[in-house]
């Protein structure tokens, strides 16, 4: 069985073989790396647990006035999960269930994407193409095990859960709101999605602060008849459909630099829009990409938020890219519908939030990046209502 699992992956990774062949230009750039807020029950944010790497080809030269580009976008790590969901029904957990640390589980996966991309229509203000179409197919494998919390202190989510009986040993399990960790938890999920991005933000070189608009509209399609059921291979089952957006205005109200160009002061407002609608018979936690303070994702089909921003820039020193900036936010959020995955005969939920908080930063050389956070939440989401929340750490990010 494990053989097979590698003969699928080492395929996967083979596809992008023949990229190359009429290219006009390569590339391969490390495209970002992700942390972990909470990892093992505390603070450790300074190590990246994730990176994302592309490559591939660009300046196709297919079409006339069209900047084609074909690559392969990879993206491996380490995620951790929190499970709000009752792993039989679907149904919310009740009492304080929910709030308990052992409620989390660890995930570790590879996801390889290639994309076909057409930018269209220069826009000469920001030196980029104003519209970018993209149609990917993606394959991703997870293997999921017990969170570095519950490792680290002897217990487990699910063999609590289950009254004692050890799941992770377990190969017969069938959670229906859990199609993650299904019989030995690992998972293939493989999709096709069609991305329309617009990007009218204007950023000078060595600035952290932007000006205009931006936005994306994205389509998943993860039907299980792509490969997504396959019980000689896999225990899991993936089979869903998701419609997303979102859509960032940034203006600059004032903006002071010295003789060398560099910051003095600048404040900025930024507003961003989220939104995304899930319909599935098994939805993966991988699809769920818009999270709520304290409660994480929240496992409902319909999903929309916004988050304003007011930031304090400056002032630079030692270099154009060392800089103390800080911003005021209020973010809100509704989710609603019965939650993914559940039997029909559980209620329908309606959640919504306000955050109102402080956050500074300090940026060293563009790539160290310290901050710290405080923030307080109003909610009607059960056993987390109103809290304040705090959170320090750091990351490197080019």
Do not use: C
């Not at 890219?321 to 995955?341: E, H, K, M, Q, W």
Request: avoid cysteine.
């Amino acid at each position: 069985m494990k053989q097979k699992r590698i003969l699928l992956l080492i395929l996967a990774i083979m596809l992008p073989a023949g990229l190359s062949l009429h290219a006009a230009s390569s590339f391969s750039v490390l495209a970002g790396m992700g942390y972990l807020s909470d990892f093992a029950g505390g603070s450790r944010t300074l190590f990246p647990s994730s990176a994302r790497i592309q490559q591939g080809v660009n300046d196709l030269d297919w079409f006339d006035d069209v900047d084609t580009s074909m690559f392969m976008d990879i993206n491996f790590g380490l995620t951790e999960r929190r499970v709000v969901q009752d792993p039989a029904s679907g149904a919310y957990l009740n009492g304080s269930e929910m709030t308990r640390s052992m409620y989390y589980y660890s995930s570790f996966y590879s996801a390889v994407s290639y994309i076909f991309r057409n930018s269209l229509f220069e826009n000469h203000r920001t030196d980029k193409m104003f519209l970018t179409l993209d149609a990917g197919i993606n394959i991703r494998f997870e293997q999921a095990f017990d969170s570095f919390s519950n490792i680290r202190n002897g217990r487990s989510f699910l063999d609590e859960y289950l009254g004692g009986e050890s799941y992770w040993n377990a190969k017969s399990r069938n959670f229906k709101a859990l199609p993650d960790i299904n019989g030995s938890a690992y998972l293939m999920a493989n999709s096709i999605s069609f991305t329309a991005s617009f990007d009218n933000m204007y950023q000078e070189k060595n600035k952290i602060y932007r000006e205009g608009v931006s936005g994306n509209a994205s389509l998943t399609l993860a039907p299980w008849f792509l490969a997504n059921r396959m019980p000689d291979f896999f225990d899991t089952e993936v089979d869903y459909y998701k419609l997303s957006a979102d859509m960032t205005y940034a203006k600059v109200i004032y903006n002071k630099e010295n003789w060398k160009r560099w910051n003095k002061l600048s404040l900025v407002i930024e507003d961003r829009l989220y939104s995304q609608l899930i319909l599935g018979n098994a939805v993966p936690k991988l699809a769920d990409t818009i999270s709520f303070p304290g409660l994480g994702y929240t496992s409902l089909p319909f999903v929309i938020q916004n988050q304003f921003k007011f930031y304090v820039y400056g002032p630079n020193f030692i270099s154009d890219n060392t800089i103390p900036y800080g911003y005021v936010f209020i973010d809100l959020g509704l989710a609603s519908g019965r939650p993914n995955n559940s039997m029909p005969d559980v209620a329908w939920e309606n959640f919504m939030y306000m955050e109102i908080g402080l956050n500074l930063h300090f940026e060293l050389f563009g790539a160290l990046h310290v901050f710290g956070e405080i923030s307080y939440t109003l909610s009607n989401i059960v056993n987390y209502g109103n809290f304040f929340d705090w959170n320090i750490g750091a990351y490197f990010s080019i």
